[in-house]
């Protein structure tokens, strides 16, 4: 399937499999994705607007430069694919799960992150700022665009590597002893 400037409202895709889709330019409005499984699929620049994405998993998909309003991401599992450019701010991502994922340049500012998991995710040039990473597993991250002044990450869980990353981004000499 492929779609271009298509506007899809109010579609219940519950417990779909959208397997190799592609969707260009697409406005997706008040659509449940609950427990839908997408594999191998493409967002490039969608509008998610109150979408519903309840347990549902992502593997290998692209979604660069689409813009998530108001949706429901609790559960949403995410492994391997591009999310580069996709913007999440004030998103509320505390039980979502990423792994592998690119979001280089994401726009993740004030997003809510507390508990979530975001293993191996390339979050180069990703806009963190207010985000709150609270308790949120970021091991394997690239964290360089984290500011720890700008962004909160009480408990959170690095890895020793991704902590001298952090203390450069302070300005910090670190040393062996």
């Known amino acids: 399937m492929r779609y271009e400037m298509a506007a899809i409202q109010e579609v219940d895709l519950c417990e779909a499999l959208l397997e190799s889709c592609v969707f260009d330019a ?19 620049d969608c509008r998610f607007a109150g979408c519903s994405w309840w347990d549902a998993s992502l593997t290998n998909c692209a979604l660069i430069a689409s813009v998530f309003d108001r949706c429901d991401l609790s559960g949403l599992e995410v492994e391997g694919g591009d999310w580069s450019d996709v913007e999440l701010a004030g998103a509320d991502l505390g039980t979502a799960d990423f792994a592998r994922v690119l979001m280089r340049g994401a726009n993740l500012s004030g997003a809510r992150c ?4 975001l293993r ?7 806009s ?23 962004v ?4 959170a869980i690095i890895t020793a590597d991704q902590g001298v990353d952090i203390a450069m981004s ?8």
Do not use: H
């Open 120 to 126: 191996e995710v390339d979050l180069s040039g990703a």
């Open 152 to 155: 909160e990450l009480r408990e």
């Open 170 to 177: 302070l300005n910090m000499s670190v040393r062996a002893s």
């Open 114 to 117: 507390q508990g979530a998991v």
């Open 26 to 44: 697409c406005t997706f409005t008040a659509v449940r994705f609950n427990c839908a499984s997408l594999v191998d699929s493409t967002f490039r």
């Open 128 to 150: 963190v700022r207010k985000a709150d990473f609270t308790r949120a597993d970021l091991r394997g991250s690239v964290l360089t665009a984290f500011d720890p002044r700008d």
